[in-house]
Nanobody, 123 residues
Framework: QVQLVESGGGLVQAGGSLRLSCAAS????????MGWFRQAPGKGQEFVAS????????DYGDSVKGRFTISRDNAKNTVYLQMNSLKPEDTAVYSC????????????????WGQGTQVTVSS
């Protein structure tokens, strides 16, 4: 099993920045990739970004490309999501995910999930 704990959410004005963290514990040697997803009120889960544990193949959703950056610190078993130029439409619960074998964009393919952290962007 892998446990994931997110932190770093909060309230920020449009144009501002936030950095989310996701700390992994447990059988972290099983992790192939980690990712971020988000869910806004009344909407489905949306792929935000993912990266393999080796740091290769970062992938971004179209709505965040060029504004968000995913990175990882293997020594700390932590993945980060740096969010810049935030917009009100970025408001959502952001959840971290980990998977032992793939980094597909479909949320249903990811095995391990954190509890989520709220990000609210005011206009």
């Amino acid at each position: 099993q892998v446990q994931l704990v997110e932190s770093g959410g909060g309230l920020v004005q449009a144009g501002g920045s936030l950095r989310l963290s996701c700390a992994a514990s447990g059988r972290t040697f099983n992790i192939y990739a980690m990712g971020w997803f988000r869910q806004a009120p009344g909407k489905g889960q949306e792929f935000v970004a993912s990266v393999t544990w080796s740091g290769s193949s970062p992938d971004y959703g179209d709505s965040v490309k060029g504004r968000f950056t995913i990175s990882r610190d293997n020594a700390k078993n932590t993945v980060y999501l740096q969010m810049n130029s935030l917009k009100p439409e970025d408001t959502a619960v952001y959840s971290c995910a980990a998977d032992p074998s793939n980094n597909y964009r479909a949320p249903a393919t990811w095995v391990y999930w954190g509890q989520g952290t709220q990000v609210t962007v005011s206009s």
